[in-house]
């Protein structure tokens, strides 16, 4: 909680404009309406909020699905969550002309919803079932298909690609502070849900038919579960696009922290994911200024390496 309290300090005192701390804290305390406080005020609070909803979001959504799949690779990225949030998002904004977030969040969740039932058919079809490994490989098939599809969508559409053309590789910067309260009855109540279930998918790790033997409800624990998902990931790809690897690299790291119970696991991660958000954010802004790198960007190259690394550690085992 003290490196989340210091890391939000960094991003609100840290940008591509210098601002002197004396008027960072002026902002707050002696708030005159000068161009450095309106910057801190209305530019670098609003982000620094949705940075952490957003890291709260996709961080506990990855830790949710690596939970009831049984998989260190699954991640709202890899399975195709964001691919398909990102999919209908578009479909609502070039197509139908819906541009206010209240009227496209909901085609977010719908996505979700879309890409985890596909994702789950795809990968459990055939002999063997839903396998680790192939649940991950028809993710990222799909992800892909579906990433075209947008890409196509936007390309016929401009009034989509000048709308999105940020929101695509996953940004923090120039939404207001009413995109965030949009957003937190969402993430609240997905925190909620994921929370509710923590303890029964420490059953459900033990396997269906253990975990059945000791009273387990299997279907309402995976129903709640998804419903987590669907609500974390939709709302956070809807509000700053889809931004990916965070879910998969925070849960592996506090797994190594707390330990195998996901309870633990699930609190470390609110906490840790806007952590590393937040200062990915802030990496951005500083190593091309005064431009700015976008943080799904950010993301992508320290996600790919922790990927590379734990595909190679695995070895094909399963979790």
Known sequence: MAALGATCLLSIAIGTRNIAPGAVWDAFAHYAGTDDQSVVRDLRVPRTVLGILAGVAFGLSGAVIQAVTRNPLADTQILGVNSGAALF??????????????????FGFGGVAFALLLVYLLGSAGRGGGTPIRLALAGVALGAVM?????????????????LRFWDVGSLSGRPLDVAATILPFVLAGTVCALAVAGSLNTVALGDDLARTLGAK?????????????????????????????GLMIPLVVRRMAGPDQRWIFVFTIVCAPILL?????????????????????????????LIWWVRRLRGTTW
């Open 218 to 246: 299997l279907t309402r624990i995976r129903a709640l579960a998804l419903l987590s998902v669907m609500l974390l990931a939709g709302a956070a790809t809807a509000a700053v696009g889809p931004i990916g690897f965070l």
């Open 147 to 163: 990433d075209g599809v947008a890409t196509g969508v936007r390309l016929v559409r401009p009034r989509a690609f000048d709308y």
């Open 278 to 306: 937040l200062l990915a954010d802030v990496a951005g802004r500083l190593l091309i200024r005064p431009g700015e790198l976008r943080v799904g960007v950010v993301t992508a190259f320290l996600g790919a390496p922790v």
């Open 89 to 106: 998002v578009v479909f609502a904004v070039g197509v139908l002309g819906r541009t206010r977030l209240d009227e496209y969040l909901w």
